[in-house]
């Protein structure tokens, strides 16, 4: 999320509006009648209607100078900026010495960033009116900000001489130490002020702001509640004692205090926005939506909040939703490179890793030392298989930023695809100390210790998610992640009906289809095809978008024996993008034994992967065709995707079956060289070794796989039934 909006965090320049002496000419009757509804809409901020007023007034004749100071006010409050220059310098033309009308034009220059022209303006006011205090404290903030530091010291000692015993003057000088970052002593100098007048509700509002700057946040809500006694209509009183709670933790009077300002001034954007950046910190997100949506209707011009909105969408699952308002804060701000790689961010969620690396490149390309956009083309480059590029920029990351947990787990997958094992868990160790509820992290810790053949630690990590679940779905019981989450630790822990009521859970509160899809795979799974259709049958419904509801569908069917649904099940999933439709579809026409026909459906993909690779080895070994089998596992061998360690594990396998035993452990040494921690190949190896006679050998590899794996059952039956020797 970005960073919250505070009132004064912006720089707001006031604006004077004036009462005129209207002329008595019966002519001019009702163009008074409209200026003066003109001036009833400003002082409401009924800015629209004040213009329509007083474009009546002027149409009516009516030409008085203060009219187009007060229509230029009305233009300013509604962000017509340039407009209002226009009505103000009218009012100039028409009374040269009217210093309101000229300190007005300097705000408005300011508002447009164009400070030199502003300086020009507010020196006009100052020439007609030397002890002009609002003049004076502008101007000094505008040279504060053109780095002019000593002209603005001198414009504000001259503010200071003009009235250095009132209490505006102190809030004045507050406000102009606060923008030169001085926060202690602008608390000062609010504190004189708040000690010369009570009463003075914009300085209490003032010394609150400084003391939330110092993070003194029970003070700054002292200091709030002091300005809303003198004044409670204040409206930014209330807003910024709001976010103050949220800081604090004190989230319903955080919210409470939102209300109150939104009920004194109903288009107040900063309480909208703080209102969703609120329900988005504690995970409200529907509510976070609709806040942001309110204030982005105050304010279509605000990058953060197109961003913020587009979050909110994202954390709700809601991916692809979520790009076209990062997109549109990308028009109001072509440099906003959090929008560039919260899109990449997006596309990755969706599995779309190549496509998300232009983004990420934009996002830096703007900022190249963004740490989180580094770790996100990292992360997005480890998903495609480019394990070393992708841990080195993660690696980058971390140096910029070695206190984010989500970098580390990010290490620590790119560390364990390339099975570098040690270091993965060292940098799982690195994620949980930084925190220590990272639910994921401690799975992920379990999976590599077990591979580490360390089973009682990984025990003991899976129990540490598991309370972390609990403990975070107690305080959240609505939140879909964490329900999906612990479903799929569930399920690799084989307490198979507690995995089905979360993923269950998940599906019910989730705007995505994964929980759907994972849940049918499951029901599949333990053999209950009728009620994994169902789930599926839901992901088509909700998500007819997403191929992977037709993928589980298809799967349902083909299990059911319904072969037609199957077929159209799968081929409606490659329409949808799907690329291993034509996979599943192989798949199951070979295990129905229609190999011809799967070998057709294998072919219809332009560039098979491993997995298809291996597929059309057992299609072509079944069709007799044991050349090309084996040229396939060749092939998968030589592909750039993951599992090279399966295609020597698979290709050994067939050598074994084909009764070429010296040939077969060639390969599972070479699945072994890859992945060491393989019970299943050391099990292969030892086949192989027995059908060599190489007895001792065999045993030893029986022996390790049962260390690595003390639950392999296959491995224990060869021991205990003595098919290798002792």
């Known amino acids: 999320m970005g960073a919250p909006f505070l009132m004064r965090g912006s720089m707001v320049f006031p604006l004077a509006v004036a009462m005129a002496t209207v002329p008595a000419a019966q002519d001019l009757a009702r163009g008074e009648a409209e200026f003066l509804r003109g001036n009833v809409h400003c002082d409401a901020r009924e800015?629209?209607?004040?213009?329509?007023?007083?474009?009546?007034?002027?149409?009516?004749?009516?030409?008085?100078?203060?009219?187009?100071?007060?229509?230029?006010?009305?233009?300013?409050?509604?962000?017509?900026?340039?407009?209002?220059?226009?009505?103000?310098?009218?009012?100039?033309?028409?009374n040269a010495a009217y210093e309101i009308a000229a300190y007005n034009l300097g705000n408005a220059y300011a508002q447009l960033g164009q400070f030199d022209e502003a300086l020009v303006a507010y020196d006009r006011a100052l020439a007609i009116k030397p002890d002009y205090p609002d003049a004076l404290f502008d101007k000094a903030m505008v040279l504060a900000r053109l780095g002019r530091a000593k002209p603005a010291f001198q414009a504000y000692e001259a503010l200071v001489r003009s009235d250095a015993a009132n209490a505006v003057a102190w809030s004045k000088r507050g406000e102009f130490l606060v923008e030169l970052n001085k926060?202690?002593?602008?608390?000062?100098?609010?504190?004189?002020?708040?000690?010369?007048?009570?009463?003075?509700?914009?300085?209490?509002?003032?010394?609150?702001?400084?003391?939330?700057?110092?993070?003194?946040?029970?003070?700054?809500?002292e200091a709030y509640d002091r300005a809303i006694a003198a004044d409670p209509d204040n409206e930014e009183a209330w807003n910024n004692k709001g976010f103050t709670f949220f800081m604090l933790g004190i989230h319903d009077e955080a919210l409470a205090c939102y209300e109150k300002a939104l009920a004194i001034?109903?288009?107040?954007?900063?309480?909208w926005y703080?209102?969703?950046?609120?329900?988005?910190?504690?995970?409200?997100?529907?509510?976070?939506?609709?806040?942001?949506?309110?204030?982005?209707?105050?304010?279509?011009?605000?990058?953060?909040?197109?961003?913020?909105?587009?979050?909110?969408?994202?954390?709700?699952?809601?991916?692809?939703?979520?790009?076209?308002?990062?997109?549109?804060?990308?028009e109001v701000n072509p440099e906003y490179e959090i929008a560039w790689n919260n899109i990449g961010n997006a596309l990755n969620k969706m599995g779309r890793h190549a496509e998300s690396l232009k983004y990420h490149d934009k996002s830096l390309e703007i900022k190249p030392d963004f740490d989180y956009a580094l770790y996100a083309k990292?992360?997005?480059?480890?998903?495609?298989?480019?394990?070393?590029?992708?841990?080195e920029l993660i690696g980058q990351s971390l140096e910029l930023n070695p206190n984010y947990d989500h970098a580390w787990m990010a290490k620590a997958e790119a560390l364990h695809r390339l099975g570098r094992l040690e270091e993965a868990r060292d940098a799982l160790n690195n994620a949980l100390i930084l925190n220590g509820e990272y639910e994921e992290a401690w799975v992920f810790r379990g999976k590599i210790l077990e591979e580490m053949g360390n089973a009682l630690e990984a025990e003991r990590c899976y129990d540490e998610a598991l309370q972390c679940f609990r403990a975070s779905l107690d305080l959240d019981p609505e939140n879909?992640?964490?329900?999906?989450?612990?479903?799929?630790?569930?399920?690799?822990?084989?307490?198979?009906?507690?995995?089905?009521?979360?993923?269950?859970?998940?599906?019910?509160?989730?705007h995505s289809a994964e929980a759907l899809v994972r849940l049918s795979a499951l029901l599949l799974r333990l053999g209950r095809p009728a009620d994994a259709l169902v789930p599926a049958d839901e992901a088509e419904s909700r998500h007819p978008e997403d191929p992977r509801g037709w993928l589980a569908a298809g799967r349902a069917f083909a299990a059911m024996g319904r072969g037609a649904e199957a077929i159209e099940s799968f081929e409606k999933a490659k329409a949808s993008g799907a690329g291993e439709a034509s996979l599943e579809l192989a798949r199951w026409l070979h295990s129905t034994g229609k190999d011809v026909e799967a070998l057709d459906a294998v072919k219809g993909d332009a560039q098979l992967s491993s997995e298809?690779?291996?597929?059309?080895?057992?299609?072509?070994?079944?069709?007799?065709?044991?050349?090309?089998?084996?040229?396939?596992?060749d092939a998968a061998i030589r592909s750039p995707s993951e599992g090279r360690d399966l295609a020597y594990r698979r290709k050994g396998q067939r050598l074994l079956d084909l009764g070429r035993p010296k040939e077969a452990i060639a390969a599972f040494d070479a699945a072994l060289g890859l992945r060491p921690s393989d019970s299943e190949a050391w099990l292969d190896a030892a086949r192989a070794c027995e059908a060599l006679g190489?007895?001792?050998r065999a045993r030893k590899m029986l022996d390790e796989a049962i260390r690595l794996d003390p639950k392999n059952v296959e491995a224990q039956r060869l021991r205990s039934e003595g098919a290798v020797a002792d």
């Open 265 to 271: 001034n109903p288009t107040y954007k900063q309480a």
């Open 694 to 696: 190489q007895t001792s």
């Open 47 to 94: 800015f629209a209607e004040a213009v329509a007023c007083y474009e009546r007034a002027a149409e009516f004749g009516y030409d008085d100078h203060v009219m187009w100071n007060n229509r230029g006010v009305a233009l300013d409050g509604l962000g017509r900026h340039e407009d209002a220059i226009a009505a103000y310098t009218r009012a100039m033309q028409r």
């Open 378 to 391: 990292g992360h997005a480059l480890d998903n495609l298989g480019r394990h070393e590029e992708g841990l």
């Open 274 to 330: 703080n209102k969703g950046y609120t329900f988005h910190g504690i995970n409200r997100l529907e509510e976070a939506v609709a806040a942001y949506q309110k204030a982005i209707e105050l304010d279509r011009g605000d990058e953060v909040l197109w961003n913020n909105l587009g979050n909110a969408l994202y954390n709700l699952g809601r991916y692809d939703e979520s790009i076209p308002y990062f997109e549109r804060g990308l």
């Open 480 to 510: 879909a992640e964490l329900h999906y989450h612990r479903a799929l630790l569930l399920e690799d822990l084989e307490r198979v009906d507690e995995a089905v009521e979360d993923y269950a859970a998940a599906a019910s509160k989730s």
């Open 612 to 633: 298809a690779l291996l597929l059309r080895a057992d299609i072509h070994a079944a069709l007799g065709r044991t050349d090309e089998a084996l040229a396939d596992h």
């Open 183 to 221: 926060i202690e002593e602008a608390v000062a100098a609010y504190q004189a002020a708040t000690a010369a007048d009570p009463a003075d509700a914009d300085a209490w509002t003032g010394l609150g702001d400084s003391l939330y700057a110092l993070e003194r946040y029970e003070e700054a809500v």
